[in-house]
């Protein structure tokens, strides 16, 4: 049988990881407390897996965070809006944002998740849009920024 030798992870890249997810998860738990909003959301935990861990990934740019999220709850909130939450809805919120963020080569598989979480909650205000995403992807950029200085 053969082994694959494991990679071995610079202890730098370690820390920088653990302090974007601290300050990034951590920044949003506290907006979530402080204001009694709704800021954690399921897809900003796999964002943080890309942001903090794939920094060099396609996927984990500043304009794909940012663009994948608001351009799939966009999606997400006018498909609840015009069609209801159903599940032929809910599933073509979810490709339409995948064929939207693939069309403006912005893809963030997190963004997936957001258009997901928009049709479950059934999300028809686009509120949503400023509260949790737009101010949470700024709370994980500038925690990646922070993590990279590092």
């Not at 990034?24 to 407390?33: E, F, P, Q, S």
């Not at 966009?74 to 809910?90: E, K, M, Y």
């Given at each position: 049988?053969?082994?694959?030798?494991?990679?071995?992870?610079?202890?730098?890249?370690?820390?920088?990881?653990?302090?974007?997810?601290?300050?990034?998860?951590?920044?949003?738990?506290?907006?979530?407390?402080?204001?009694?909003?709704?800021?954690?959301?399921?897809?900003f935990g796999a964002s943080a897996v890309l942001l903090y861990s794939a920094v060099s990934s396609p996927l984990a740019q500043p304009r794909n965070l940012?663009?994948?999220?608001?351009?799939?709850?966009?999606?997400?909130?006018?498909?609840?809006?015009?069609?209801?939450?159903?599940?032929?809805?809910?599933?073509?919120a979810v490709t339409a944002a995948i064929v939207v963020m693939m069309l403006l080569d912005a893809v963030h598989p997190p963004g997936g998740a957001t258009a997901l979480l928009c049709m479950l909650q059934n999300t028809i205000s686009y509120t949503f849009l400023l509260t949790p995403l737009a101010a949470g992807c700024v709370v994980l950029l500038l925690a990646a920024i922070i993590a990279s200085k590092v």
């Open positions: 049988m053969l082994s694959k030798k494991r990679k071995q992870i610079p202890l730098l890249e370690i820390l920088r990881t653990c302090i974007g997810t601290v300050l990034g998860i951590g920044g949003v738990a506290l907006l979530a407390k402080y204001t009694q909003l709704p800021f954690i959301i399921a897809p940012v663009l994948g999220h608001l351009v799939s709850g966009v999606i997400a909130i006018t498909v609840c809006r015009l069609l209801g939450n159903s599940v032929a809805s809910t599933v073509l």
